[in-house]
């Protein structure tokens, strides 16, 4: 059994990569970064237990590269997977649709049969709407981080999730 972990992500203007980075940085031994603009996501299915990464762009939309891959994703079966996630967006410029994109790649593995780890308290964090709550509100479905006006509290953020992350997939 591969008892690496894939960490995907894809980047517009190097936010969501430089955070992957650093959570690779604090687990070299397990994770493997992959950049879905040069590797795609076909490559999802080598692992059981997947980190994914993912911007918000243009109003609640899917970052580019996400949005290419996205049919194949639809077309891949996650079941007996485990997925945390995060998602990159700004709170203060795009509050009304604060980590949209994170919600949307929430849903699709949900229904990929795909088992999606450690809600992060959504207290704190000022915004008007986000598809990225759980049902109860008042969580998000991964970790949320805000480059652009919560720049300073990422690296505290990455380290008090990536533990539990770690802990929900029995590694
Ligand atoms: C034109 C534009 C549209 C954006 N739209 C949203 C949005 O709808 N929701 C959100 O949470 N963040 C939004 N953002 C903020 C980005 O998600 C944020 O800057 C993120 O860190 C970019 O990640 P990247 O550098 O990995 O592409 C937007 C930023 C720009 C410049």
């Given amino acids: 059994m591969n008892t690496l972990i894939g960490l995907f992500f894809a980047s517009t203007t190097g936010n969501t990569e430089t955070v992957a980075e650093q959570i690779a940085a604090l687990e070299p031994e397990r ?3 992959h950049d879905i603009a040069t590797d795609g996501v076909a490559e999802m299915a080598r692992y059981q237990h997947l980190i994914m990464g993912i911007p918000t762009w243009d109003f609640g939309e899917l970052q580019e590269d996400w949005d290419e891959h996205w ?3 639809q077309a891949m079966d996650f079941s007996g997977k485990q997925v945390a996630l995060f998602g990159l967006g700004d709170q203060i410029g795009y509050g009304e ?6 919600g949307a790649l929430h849903d699709l593995l949900q229904s990929a049969g795909a088992e999606v ?3 992060w308290p959504a207290s704190g964090y000022r915004f008007e709407a986000s598809r990225a709550l759980t049902a109860d509100g008042d969580h998000f479905v991964g970790l949320a981080l805000d480059e652009d006006s919560e720049h300073g509290l990422t690296d505290e953020r990455i380290r008090t999730w990536l533990p539990r992350v770690l802990d929900a997939f029995k590694l």
Avoid: C, S
């Avoid at 649709?97 to 994170?102: E, K, S, T």
């Fill in 31 to 33: 994770i493997r970064l």
């Fill in 117 to 119: 780890v450690v809600p």
């Fill in 71 to 73: 049919p194949v994703l």
């Fill in 97 to 102: 649709w604060f980590l949209d994109a994170m």
